[in-house]
């Protein structure tokens, strides 16, 4: 079947522009999960999705940050008035279950370049 | 913030070549996962270890999970250059998130 999906899977923009970038999660995976990836550096964690709800969102960056999901499927992350330290790659994961031990089968990324 | 230091964080061996890699953490978790993610590409799981002192095998790679649950180590045999990537390990003390090392970065020279 298909995985994760995320697009688009390059994003150029200018400071101070929003952009949308999106996750189509694996069907029927419950737990979807969004990181941001500085270059060739692990993963930070940002925001945690159970169906759609988000009861974890300790890991955004800032108020500039928000994200949602609808349908228990597809997710956006919302950043609004970019900046360049927002430079990164953003990897969208899903899992079966919302339990941490479960596996996380992730998407290609966005590589976001804000100039 | 829990945070798991990994090492080394670059690696460039010759294809034959054992190798190590240590990821440690001052915090206990309760499981521990080892990913590899090439360049374009989203991390992949390798393996789950969930006890103390826990010992799983994965054709030439071995992961062990430290006693105390705070560390891990990954062990990879015979290098093939197919084995280059960065290796994440990522941690879980129970909650919905994990939380990623800093990375290793191989590189097997043929």
């Known amino acids: 079947g298909a995985g994760v999906s995320q697009s688009p899977s390059n994003k150029v923009t200018e400071k101070g522009k929003d952009v949308e970038l999106r996750c189509d999660p694996i069907s029927g995976h419950t737990a979807l999960y969004w990181y941001r990836q500085s270059l060739g550096q692990g993963l930070e964690f940002l925001i945690y999705f159970q169906g759609n709800s988000a009861p974890d969102k300790s890991g955004l960056p800032s108020d500039r940050f928000s994200a949602e999901r609808t349908g228990g499927s597809v997710s956006t992350l919302t950043i609004q008035r970019t900046q360049q330290e927002d430079s990164a790659v953003y990897l969208c994961a899903s899992s079966p279950e919302g339990l941490s031990y479960n596996e996380q089968f992730f998407g290609p990324g966005t590589r976001l370049t804000v100039l | 913030t829990q945070l798991l230091e990994q090492s080394p964080q670059f690696l460039s061996i010759q294809e034959g070549e054992n190798l190590t890699v240590y990821c440690n953490s001052s915090s206990v978790f309760s499981s521990l996962q080892w990913y590899r993610q090439e360049p374009g590409e989203g991390p992949v799981l390798l393996v789950t270890?969930?006890?103390?002192?826990e010992v799983k095998k994965l054709k030439r790679l071995t992961f062990q999970f430290g006693d105390a649950r705070k560390d891990s180590s990954l062990h990879i045999t015979a290098a093939q250059p197919g084995d280059t990537g960065l290796y994440l390990c990522a941690g879980s003390s129970g909650a919905n998130n994990l939380f990623f090392g800093t990375g290793t970065r191989l590189t097997v020279i043929p």
């Open positions: 270890v969930v006890t103390g002192g």
